[in-house]
């Protein structure tokens, strides 16, 4: 078993940052795939970025450029630095876990464990 718990999530201005962790428990967290989705009100859940197990990421069109992924294996784990934040921005903020092979992935159906979610709201 993993368990995933996301911290740092809060209220902010637009324009302004917040830093999200997610540290895992549980199993050997450095040959995980992690990625962050975020869920708005009345929206699909949708991709934000991710990092695979050597450390390659990707990222969603509309955060390129704002956010970044990284990952403290060492801590057991990964952060999304958010910059440059957007009203649109706005949704619960979750991370997860790919622990088959290790990559980094768009796709929410290939984690496999998941964080319980930190709220993110940006005021205009």
């Known amino acids: 078993q993993v368990q995933l718990v996301e911290s740092g999530g809060g209220l902010v201005q637009a324009g302004g940052s917040l830093r999200l962790s997610c540290t895992a428990s549980?199993?050997?967290?450095?040959?995980?795939?992690m990625g962050w989705f975020r869920q708005a009100p009345g929206k699909e859940r949708e991709f934000v970025a991710a990092?695979?197990?050597?450390?390659?990421?990707d990222y969603a069109n509309f955060v390129k450029g704002r956010f970044t992924i990284s990952r403290d294996n060492a801590k057991n784990t990964v952060v999304l630095q958010m910059n440059s934040l957007k009203p649109e921005d706005t949704a619960v903020y979750y991370c997860a876990a790919e622990t088959d092979l290790g990559l980094r992935s768009r796709h929410a159906l290939r984690y496999d464990y998941w964080g319980q979610g930190t709220q993110v709201t940006v005021s205009s």
């Open positions: 549980g199993r050997t967290f450095d040959s995980f795939g």
């Open positions: 990092i695979g197990s050597i450390g390659n990421t």
